[in-house]
Nanobody, 125 residues
Framework: QVQLEESGGGLVQSGGSLRLSCSAS????????MAWFRQTSGKEREYVGG????????YIPNSVTGRFSISRDDIKNMMYLQMNNLKPEDTAVYFC??????????????????WGKGTLVTVSS
């Protein structure tokens, strides 16, 4: 019903920046919230930011605040993750997710309904 696709990952040096994009398709695409998560091998998926779809209100967790920011374009059905001052610890596969059932908070993997396949971000030192 809903398909999500991430893009923009790659290799970047410590201190550099990347902008990830999430493209959504489906009719209609009217999620309650969308979010970005990241995951390394053997670890749980970690929330790194999200947006309420109706009004664009964003939330960034303390772990990455000041370096990461979220935005969305509800006309183009796009969500973006701007990452600045990247550190080697940011290396992970980054996933886009959407929530349609008003499960609160839309900040944990179990509350999300649809997922992209992920895009790899590697930060070298």
């Amino acid at each position: 019903q809903v398909q999500l696709e991430e893009s923009g990952g790659g290799l970047v040096q410590s201190g550099g920046s990347l902008r990830l994009s999430c493209s959504a398709s489906g009719r209609p695409f009217t999620p309650y919230a969308m979010a970005w998560f990241r995951q390394t091998s053997g670890k749980e998926r970690e929330y790194v930011g999200g947006v309420m779809w109706s009004d664009g209100l964003t939330y960034i967790p303390n772990s990455v605040t000041g370096r990461f920011s979220i935005s969305r374009d509800d006309i183009k059905n796009m969500m973006y993750l701007q990452m600045n001052n990247l550190k080697p610890e940011d290396t992970a596969v980054y996933f886009c997710a959407a929530e349609f059932n008003r499960n609160w908070p839309p900040q944990v993997p179990a509350n999300m309904d649809y997922w992209g396949k992920g895009t790899l971000v590697t930060v070298s030192s």
